[in-house]
């Protein structure tokens, strides 16, 4: 567990879905936080729907120490920037372009063009595994371990080229 | 006063800024409401710097029979939708281009593309005026001293094309 | 029936749609309407081909105190536009994307971008949904059974996504 | 004049701005029509603020043997299309992107996305002056004297790219 | 056969496909110029790969006077652009979005921000059928007997749109 | 100081500019990092020009424990992907939308897509405000004094927007 | 071998993929190099995930005198920039669009928009073909066998136009 | 002078405007030229209004062994296509933003998105300077003199930068 400070069961990460449909983009997400053994919380919780119960969800887990948040939402995907206004704990924002009738890029604006003073940190359309790393990287500064396994990650990524590239030359 | 129902000094419309650099959209709004002699009041109310603020003032002009709300927003616009997910009065959103880095887009999109059961009544870049009539619309529905203001305003502009292409057919 | 006042068998809701094959949208759209237990009536009518049918409907139905219309439109999507010139009732416009080849920005924008007076309430792309319940908002100004019904629908919605999360959170 | 028949005083094109606002595109229209001694009536008519003028003005006007129409507009742009929806003569749209909040790109795709059956003629953003040059080649396919000044429209603008090449080359 | 003038078997229509690839846009345009009996050739003739046979021919059919040109073309579909750069005779572009990467925008622009003096008269994306019926409405000029099959045209389309609607309204 | 270990004078955030022109965008970053009282140096490196400079400064950062990167760049920005192919440490993207000729659009792009396992965490268009904010809320999870300068800064915010309100609501 | 000076074995080109998922317009570009008869080696690097590989590689290709580089790469695709960065020998740019979330606007944007100083040759979306031929072109300003080959393909192309003309006009 | 072969004065590159509005691109590429002692020709020459003085030029230049075509426009740009379907020579199309409507998104895709067969070289909007380089890679893969100076030019760049790092740092 990449907990920041020492105490019972904690949560780095809290994972949020706007919507159950952004459950693709999540499957990646969860991939690499669970390879880089870090602990994390899913919710489905929507900015529009339930917005009392984000509110209530998000300063408990400020509360609780869960130091970054993740939010995966589609179309006019108020729910980073509904999160990022209630903590002041980085809130990293996945657009999703999975099913959008305009490329995602109704997400990508309403996450990224955020206005002065609630920063979001956006990353690439259904870049579920992105946001784990960014995630991680945000951890790693106070986690040596998991500083190394970001390392690791990164040899392995780049093995993987280098044998592609291997085969590839040699066709 | 256009209010719904009698009453002691009600607001018929709310008109909610996000910020005060909106300001030049909401005096072309406040212009067609005055001259429609609209009751309405207005704010600046942040949907991410003041959102506690939001959900009280939406809840209490719920309760005092504010029948239509605006909202002019730019950039990433979460404030119509987030009215929206508060009331279940039509909620009337203004994209605003001026100043916009990239047209307008950002908040066009914000605004339009709500998840479904949130909806918002999104209007064109910057058009305060067309916000004012729509809202004027709604209320007339149920005013018909309203109605016929709105009917007469049409008859004016439409006076006022018949009069330029009078002038403009004859040059 | 949520019509405004009394009389004889009423539609509260027009709903007109361009062409045939807006008919996915429809089904969604008249789905909630029924959901709801809005009466409304239901058209096809081109704003382009059947100018004067449009007219003479749209008029009539005013007559009959018809109290909001809903155009459902594709590609150079007049006809939203073209209702709201005949009316001064509200103007509910549905963009169409399926089967859009620009993803929906030429039904979006010959929408939304109304000339000043003439204002079209936007809805997102193929939100049929979506412009049933701010239909329906509008209605409720003037019927506490209606604005029930709504708070109730919007409850289920809550509820719904609570469901969902209580299931993924224990995943 | 190039009519279409023998008779009296007849306007080969009719211009119709959807407002004043779009004078600039029209002076260099008409100074192109002017250039060729093309007859040309103009008018400030609104689809949406006077539709029934609009519908008696291009009805009467087809009976008077009109051969062409040029819809000079902005925004959502409908102009084009509710002529074209009350003649089967060619509509020619000019898109004005001056003054528009997104380029231009609203007034283009209501023009040139007609539906099915109701061709429009578009040209470039602002080009009045090919809307002009088109509306030349349609009715010069009747009347050689107007087809011979095409061509010598076409060597002066030869020439003058070669004058403009004979100096530049030497600089 | 709707030829200018009269003579030996004439072409009314030249029907130019920049690629054998944009088919099935010419498959709807020669269907309706068949339904109107007007006499057309058609070629594939690329302006970047055989532009000696274009101008050739386009010279020649201007003699033989074909009185329309339309080109069907994707990508940067210069071809219209070419055509109406050797004739003064009216050309239509019909830009292909079938199979495009970026949904026709390339070919789209390409064509209609004609440079100023070389107008093309853009019809929509993939609207083939428009093309043949806006060459028809140019042909009408001089040829009333076409005028009145347009006018029967556009009676069909609307006894389609009033047979789907009242089915419609029953359902 | 609020680097994330003991030590000599430390830099706890790190600012690339692509070019001298991305200042403006600097200077608002700037404002709020010396607010926040967190040190932080300061470069100009291009990615294309100097980059062994670029990768000799950022592994030097890195092992002088530098905790953030914030890269400013326009055009094809480069910068913040080719600093996060060198360190595991957070990277922030700033897209500069001043001057450029495409809204942004290309920097945004070229930041937010980047591929799978190198994240960067992008923010508005010339948004140096919320990179800085984004770069303190990293910084605060190991911080608590700075934490707290962060939820006062934010209660700054909202207390200006509660003054403009009180003064607007009035007017 | 089209390769500059005599020597051992050369490649005059060299074709560098950023993702083994960009395999499917390589093959399109191979095919080409191919029948052109030239010599080309062929390497998986990414620009993010094995840089020194990249410059490291680049360098030795300068040295061992091969005359292009063309880059083939999707998303925020830094991998031709990079490349220009480290030669100055010619590169050629593939924006791949297959599987883009977004048309290839990003791959696109990120090639062409390169900073002053720093040039990339970029061709079309996905345009394999294109780009081999480019990379002729420029080989052939040195190999006149190569120049006639290239003539010999530009025969080829017209007369698959023209064989296809030549069935299409009498079908 | 960098010409391929020896004989009298040669122009290794060939510079052609679409219109002597695209003079201010013109400057910046022309300095680059002349600063790295380039001989080039230059002229203004429309691919729509004097197609043939076109392919007179081309092949005539082709003839005299010039290297490199550079072509600069704006709107529909057809001319760096029209070259490259006359030479086979490489031709380097720069798309002009400056004054055009619609962000030089129209000439940027009418010359990247070239049919296969007839590749465009196309840099960044208004990317003069870009161009230039280009020209001078090109050249100098038969030109070590050309080559080293643009060695030396990408030391001055990079110098450039150092100094206003090193200035900047100090701030």
Redesign the interface.
């Known amino acids: 567990v990449y907990a ?1 400070r020492e105490g019972e069961a904690l949560s780095a990460v809290s994972v949020i ?4 449909s952004d459950r693709e983009v999540f499957n990646s997400l969860s991939a690499v936080l669970n390879e880089l053994d870090i602990s994390f ?11 009392d ?1 984000l ?1 209530n969800y998000i300063e408990d887990a400020e509360k609780r120490d869960v ?1 970054v948040f993740i939010a995966i939402a ?3 995907a ?1 729910l980073p ?2 999160i ?3 903590t ?3 809130v ?1 924002g996945v657009p999703v ?1 999975l099913k959008s ?6 997400s ?20 579920g ?3 784990a ?2 995630a991680a ?2 951890l ?3 986690n040596e371990t998991l ?1 190394k396994k ?2 690791a ?2 040899d392995t ?2 093995n993987k ?2 044998e ?2 291997a085969a ?2 040699e ?1």
């Open positions: 920041k879905l706007g919507s159950d919380e899913q919710r489905i919780i929507s900015a529009h729907r339930t917005p119960i509110k130091s589609g179309m006019a108020a920037g509904a990022a206004s209630i002041t704990r980085p990293i372009a009738k305009i490329m995602g890029l109704d990508l604006l309403s996450m990224v063009q955020m206005p002065p003073g609630i920063p979001v940190a956006t990353v690439g359309l259904d870049a595994r992105n946001a790393l960014l990287e945000i790693a500064l106070s500083e970001l390392k990650y990164r990524q780049r080229v280098m592609k590239d590839f030359k066709e």
